[in-house]
């Protein structure tokens, strides 16, 4: 009997031990804080979706309780931007999202990362740059095999009336950083529409950001959020988002006007990505004739000019344009200089002297986008005129845009009719008799200190404008615009003293 006991006992126990040996026991899967990875730009819909399917697989995972936005991105396009930013707000329904600036969280970079509950910044990261970069949709030439219905088919939008579209767009993210950093933010709506670059530890300051931190920081505070002390971290990438884009010419390859870009970029635009050919080069004889100066290289395009043209030829005048500065300029009653990107040499000056002795006319134009002032003041600065080489804005005034600056102040004895123009990305000018200045709250980019600035002088008889683009179509028919190319036609012709 107690041997069988004892059988029955050994049988009991080898049970035992296979049930404990070789039962499988569920595991619960650890609990984890991902890291998605936001670096370079997003100038593509690829790039897009790459990181809106990370952030999809992070809402989908039930084991990751956290998301950590790991942000090194200068921007991108607009409508990308604004479907990452509200994707992340639809997985912060259902969690903690903080983020963290490496070295770029600027534009469209910052824009996703105000969707955080928290947001850490290095020291020297690269915050802020709240602003729009916009391509100008452009007409086509129309063609008689092409058909369309409508006079914006082709390009969507009027190019008059675009820098509203981009001020909407500039005013959409400033709504987002307001809203989402509510309090905490100390700068107001006219000190963000700078779009200006500030330090992580400005930032912290100006409360664009919460916290100097790292990534380890941020994963942390994620932890906190969650409520969870026993995790793993895992990192979610793209190979796709490491695309550079280091210029404006880089953008406009990648973009197709009319485009929009939450975008911070540091190189200029070069002058000549901006033109196109010259039209070929007319010429009209008569005893009155207004001589435009082609011989120095100029950026202007006679077909953008017709308004002033038209007005010119009103009265009397022909135009013709010179290859031949110094003998051309004998024989006409008034000389037209636009943006020169070659320096006037000594007998050039000469003769330029010599036909205002006798009684010729001169206007002088330059655009700061162009050219260098140093250029036109080679020949400017021996009328006692100097052009500034910076830019006017006003944030508080302006035209959809803060570099599309009022002029509101003119000297009505000299220009009657005149009570608002629009000037585009204009200068200042010293010296002479000021014919027309803006507001006082206006501010020059090389100071950034607030004045009324003379964007249209005179000397005697020469008169000097610090904008280009308001004598071009169609930025001509903008407020009082076509009534100052009709006075600077005047000028031209005599009409006025």
């Not at 690829?46 to 309780?65: G, P, W």
């Not at 983020?99 to 469209?108: D, F, K, N, T």
């Not at 102040?409 to 803006?438: C, M, Q, R, W």
Request: with cysteine.
């Amino acid at each position: 009997m107690k041997g069988k006991i004892s059988a029955l006992v050994i049988l009991i126990a080898i049970f035992v031990i296979f049930l404990i040996y070789f039962t499988p026991i569920e595991e619960t899967e650890k609990d984890k804080i991902a890291i998605i990875e936001i670096h370079g730009e997003i100038v593509s819909a690829t790039a897009r979706d790459e990181i809106v399917k990370l952030l999809d697989e992070a809402k989908r995972n039930e084991s990751i309780k956290a998301v950590v936005l790991e942000i090194d991105c200068p921007g991108g396009e607009v409508s990308a931007i604004e479907d990452i930013y509200l994707s992340v707000l639809n997985l912060k329904k259902s969690k903690p999202i903080v983020a963290v600036i490496l070295g770029m969280g600027a534009s469209g970079g910052y824009f996703i990362a105000t969707s955080a509950d928290y947001i850490f910044a290095l020291p020297t990261s690269n915050v802020g740059s709240t602003g729009v970069i916009a391509f100008v949709p452009r007409g086509e030439k129309i063609e008689e095999n092409v058909i369309d219905t409508g006079r914006y088919k082709r390009t969507g939008y009027s190019e008059k009336d675009f820098p509203f579209k981009v001020q909407i767009v500039l005013n959409s993210f400033l709504d987002i950083v307001e809203k989402e950093r509510g309090e905490r933010l100390k700068l107001n709506r006219s000190e963000l529409s700078k779009a200006m670059i500030y330090f992580g530890s400005e930032a912290v300051v100006y409360g664009l950001v919460d916290e100097i931190g790292s990534t380890f920081d941020a994963v942390e505070k994620a932890a906190q959020y969650s409520d969870i002390e026993d995790y793993d971290v895992i990192r979610l990438s793209s190979p796709i988002l490491k695309r550079k884009v280091l210029s404006f010419h880089q953008l406009r390859e990648l973009s197709s006007a009319p485009s929009f870009h939450y975008m911070y970029l540091v190189e200029s635009i070069n002058a000549t990505e901006n033109g196109g050919n010259k039209d070929t080069k007319p010429s009209y004889s008569s005893e009155n004739v207004v001589l435009f100066d082609y011989s120095h290289k100029n950026e202007f395009i006679m077909d953008e000019l017709n308004l002033l043209l038209s007005k010119i030829v009103e009265k009397g005048y022909s135009v013709r344009y010179s290859d031949n500065f110094t003998e051309n300029i004998k024989n006409s009653k008034a000389l037209v200089v636009i943006s020169p990107k070659k320096n006037y040499n000594e007998d050039e000056i000469k003769a330029v002297k010599e036909f205002r002795k006798n009684d010729g006319r001169i206007l002088l134009i330059f655009d700061t986008t162009k050219t260098n002032a140093s250029t036109i003041n080679t020949l400017a600065n021996n009328f006692g005129i100097v052009f500034a080489n910076g830019y006017l804005y006003n944030t508080q005034e302006n035209y959809g845009n803060y570099r599309n600056i009022p002029v509101t102040e003119f000297n009505t004895s000299a220009i009657p009719d005149v009570k608002k123009a629009v000037f585009f990305t204009s200068t200042f000018i010293y010296g002479g008799e000021s014919l027309a200045s803006t507001p006082e709250h206006t501010y020059y980019s090389e100071s950034d200190m607030a004045d009324s600035f003379s964007v249209v002088i005179r000397t005697d008889n020469v008169v000097a404008a610090g904008d280009q683009t308001f004598l071009e179509q169609p930025y001509c028919y903008i407020e009082d615009n076509y009534r100052l190319v009709d006075w600077f036609a005047d000028f031209l012709t005599g009409r006025v003293g």
